[in-house]
């Protein structure tokens, strides 16, 4: 692939690796009656949710779980948002459809507000990066996106926050894939890598599900571009993939950071010379969410095509994915999220099974969030088989 570097070790793993796990459970945490995406754990161990508008028009965008339910974050009124009052509410002070939500180690929840219900046309003024005190449970921060850095046909879907809070690093899945950079003290954002191979489609590649290629009812097939993401713990290496993919890639942060200030964009920063830096780790086969684990430094992987959570060691050069669970109610495994305690959570969105793909499902779909509970040093550097 042009402008791809030969596969490398990547940078900010453990020297050494955990001890392997020797167990490995499978536990509900919560059922919802709509459909979920993402998930986040905050340092306290408070558990944030949210809930895209794609089939249909969720009653909640932003939730805390207590006692298992979702309760509207920060509150009713940035949640009070409806299609069907689009004339009627400003999108810069509302969710319209959050596709996903990360928690700080500055204690804030940012939210990513893809403004593009059913994926489709982006409402106007509503793609944004909304920061949440979670102290006082107050926005702080509120980071519009315009037309040059999220296009009509883009939906921003996954974020990740620099360890230092400075920098944000979110996935465009829409039409023409890229990567957005946001310096978070002034709230600029560069679009990088726009239609570069890495963050586009893979036409090689067939998404399955079930065993069969997953195609809408008019028989589209599966199209996200850059989704996945993940950044090492110390915030030196970024990584991601296409659903519509097979192979993760990988940049060095310091490739991505310094324009925010500069008069013009320096020529480090140019797409053509990002291209001749990015470094192919490994493939993954189709893949949402990713993440690099705090307590172990492994890159955890959702499998959707076999109902799997997968785990890739980066201190082994070359080394390919482990299945740590597979389990037949991980219908769709999306998104993942790391408790205080290292305990790994992820969300089953059901995607194959939502009325885009599955003609007379239902609008609200059924999904769940649910916790893999392993030993004390989970690792994934060896299988643990099937978790029923």
Request: hydrophobic letters at 40%; aromatic letters at 6%; one cysteine or more.
């Amino acid at each position: 692939m042009a402008g791809i570097a030969p596969a490398a070790l990547a940078q900010g793993a453990p020297a050494q690796p955990a001890p392997a796990p020797t167990s490995a459970r499978l536990d509900k945490v919560a059922s919802f009656a709509h459909q979920v995406t993402g998930v986040t754990v905050a340092r306290d161990g408070r558990i944030f949710v949210n809930f895209p508008r794609w089939s249909e028009d969720a009653p909640v965008s932003v939730a805390e779980l207590k006692d298992g339910k979702p309760v509207p974050y920060p509150d009713a009124g940035w949640n009070s948002w409806r299609n069907a009052r689009k004339d009627e509410i400003d999108p810069k002070t509302h969710f319209v459809c959050v596709q996903s939500v990360v928690a700080d180690a500055q204690d804030r929840l940012w939210v990513v507000d893809a403004a593009a219900p059913a994926m489709a046309a982006v409402v106007k003024d509503g793609p944004k990066l909304v920061g949440i005190d979670l102290k006082t449970n107050q926005v702080v921060k509120t980071i519009p996106f315009d037309t040059s850095t999220v296009m009509q046909a883009s939906y921003i879907n996954d974020v990740r926050i620099s360890p230092d809070g400075k920098t944000a690093y979110l996935t465009d899945s829409g039409a023409e894939g890229a990567l957005i950079v946001v310096d978070l003290d002034s709230g600029t954002a560069k679009r990088v890598l726009s239609g570069h191979p890495s963050t586009m489609p893979d036409k090689s590649v067939t998404v399955t599900a079930d065993g069969q290629p997953l195609r809408r009812p008019d028989g589209r097939g599966v199209e996200f571009s850059a989704d996945g993401i993940a950044l090492s713990p110390d915030g030196r290496t970024l990584y991601w993939q296409a659903i519509k993919g097979k192979t993760l890639y990988s940049l060095p942060t310091d490739a991505l950071t310094g324009w925010a200030t500069a008069a013009v964009v320096p020529e480090m920063l140019t797409d053509r010379t990002l291209g001749g830096k990015i470094v192919t780790v490994g493939e993954n086969g189709p893949a949402d969410g990713l993440l690099i684990a705090r307590k172990d430094g492994r890159m955890y992987v959702t499998s959707p095509q076999d109902n799997s959570v997968k785990v890739r060691d980066l201190t082994n050069n070359g080394a390919g994915l482990t299945t740590l669970v597979q389990d037949p109610q991980l219908r769709w495994p999306d998104t993942f999220g790391e408790g205080p305690d290292g305990t790994i959570y992820v969300t089953t969105s059901h995607i194959q099974d939502s009325a885009d793909y599955k003609p007379g499902a239902p609008i609200s779909l059924p999904t769940e969030l649910w916790a893999i509970r392993t030993g004390p040093a989970a690792t994934g550097s060896t299988g643990t088989g099937t978790v029923k």
